[in-house]
């Protein structure tokens, strides 16, 4: 089974500081995915990446950075948390254009106070 | 652009009656149409998905529907049954094969 694990569950954070969301799979899949997830908003794209180093924003990336270091392990970074990033991320990732399933983290759950 | 949009947002059913969940989208580039399945507190799962060359895809009680012409898709559930009640997405695949874009989701509940 494919499996990916994202570092934390719940984290709570106080505006100002520095983030960092992990996110980490283990089946050599060469895209990752951050979303958020907001009630009646779905999921947005925050950032994507389709290879190592390589990356390209999605619909929400201001306020958001990543990284990708390594093939598997994809991290999403809040320069400095503000209240409006409250909310749940999920990490995602699938195998290539071909096998295009996408396999979700179990999400973090980010409160900035 | 990349929006997917969802219609509707909620839906209350009888167990045994069935729903029917539409998406539609503005591009022509995208293939790939997937719908995912999310339980209360739990990751989204992928429960069907549908290519641009397929018009219609069954598995047992879930069926797709696609219009490429009139963009956009349906998901079907027949015979529901209160473990279908769920938040589902609908989602787009871009043609490069690597961005995925999601519906705003429709919370499902089936009453027994």
């Known amino acids: 089974d494919v499996k990916v694990t994202q570092s934390s569950r719940y984290l709570v954070k106080r505006t100002g500081e520095k983030v960092f969301l992990e996110c980490v799979q283990d089946?050599?899949?060469?895209?990752m995915f951050w979303y958020r997830q907001d009630p009646g908003l779905g999921l947005r794209l925050i950032y994507f990446?389709?290879?190592?180093?390589?990356?390209e924003k999605g619909d929400i990336p201001e306020g958001y950075s990543v990284s990708r270091e390594k093939k598997e392990r994809f991290s999403l970074i809040l320069e400095s948390a503000s209240t409006n990033q409250t909310s749940m991320y999920l990490c995602?990732?699938?195998?290539?254009?071909?096998?295009?399933?996408?396999?979700f983290g179990q999400g973090t759950r980010l409160t900035v106070v | 652009g990349e929006n997917v949009e969802q219609h509707p947002s909620t839906l209350s059913v009888q167990e045994g009656d069935s729903a029917v969940i539409k998406c539609t989208y503005s591009?022509?580039?995208?293939?790939?149409f997937p719908w995912y399945k999310q339980e209360l507190g739990k990751r989204p799962q992928l429960i069907i998905d549908?290519?641009?060359?397929?018009g219609e895809k069954k598995d047992q009680r879930i069926a797709v529907t696609l219009n490429k012409t009139a963009k956009h898709f349906s998901l079907h559930i027949t015979e529901t049954q209160p473990e279908d009640s769920a938040v589902y997405f609908c989602?787009?695949?871009?043609?490069?094969?690597?961005?995925?874009?999601f519906g705003t989701g429709t919370s499902l509940t089936v009453i027994p």
């Open positions: 995602a990732s699938s195998r290539d254009r071909e096998h295009t399933e996408a396999f």
């Open positions: 089946m050599d899949h060469e895209n």
């Open positions: 990446s389709y290879d190592v180093k390589m990356k």
């Open positions: 591009d022509s580039a995208s293939n790939y």
């Open positions: 549908i290519r641009s060359n397929v």
């Open positions: 989602a787009k695949l871009t043609i490069t094969g690597n961005q995925f874009y």
